[in-house]
């Protein structure tokens, strides 16, 4: 993966998409640099916005606190986000990490890879950002089980990526046991697609980080 990205990667030049950009390059304006979390990440961090807002609205507004999820990234579009303006004169306490399933889903890489995109986006981070604290979530759990090709790969991604936690600057945080039953099975009450979490796991999601921003800051 370059780490020269002038140009938008494939499959991100949809209009919304820019459009998306554009709209949280003023939201960062108006915010101004002091920020207390961001969040960053695909279409679940993005989910915030609709299955998450009543979370959102009971953990976030008295807070500032910025989205920069984006349905559909993969590693390669949220580092070109972060080389292209979005975090720019932030200086925000947290930063909340989710990336790499879309990775695995829509172009199978391997985990070696996906591990591959989320340390150079720390890196990146580490350096545009060096007060902020970064949380580094588990990618999410997918798939009905342990046995199915995706949950592996998404498995033992986490396993490398878990790695990269310092605990100095970078944390981890895992909260798949939440989404799973005793057997590790994912279940449609939960996540109804077998991917997106429903409006009940956004509530989970924010205790949790909660409890890390405590502890932390």
Not at 26 to 47: Q, V
Not at 135 to 145: D, E, G, H, K, Q
Request: charged content about 20%; hydrophobic content about 40%.
């Amino acid at each position: 993966m370059s780490n020269s990205l002038s140009v938008i990667p494939a499959q991100r030049i949809e209009d919304w998409w820019q459009q998306r950009h554009q709209q949280k390059l003023n939201e960062c304006h108006t915010l101004g640099n002091k920020l207390d979390i961001i969040f960053m990440g695909d279409s679940i961090t993005h989910a915030w916005e609709v299955e998450g807002e009543a979370a959102w609205q009971h953990y976030y507004t008295h807070q500032k606190t910025l989205n920069l999820g984006y349905a559909g990234d993969r590693t390669e579009h949220l580092l070109w986000r972060i080389q292209n303006g979005e975090i720019n004169g932030l200086c925000p306490k947290l930063l909340v990490l989710l990336i790499g399933t879309n990775n695995a889903g829509h172009r199978l890489d391997t985990p070696e890879e996906i591990a591959a995109g989320v340390k150079i986006i720390l890196e990146e981070l580490k350096q545009r950002l060096p007060e902020t604290k970064l949380v580094l979530m588990a990618i999410f759990p997918r798939s009905r089980n342990n046995k199915k090709p995706m949950r592996k790969r998404v498995n033992l991604s986490n396993q490398l990526i878990r790695q990269f936690a310092d605990n100095k600057q970078i944390f981890w945080l895992d909260i798949n046991h939440y989404f799973l039953t005793k057997e590790d099975v994912l279940l449609e009450s939960t996540m109804p697609d077998l991917l997106h979490p429903n409006a009940a796991q956004y509530w989970i999601w924010a205790e949790q980080v909660e409890l890390i921003q405590q502890s932390i800051l």
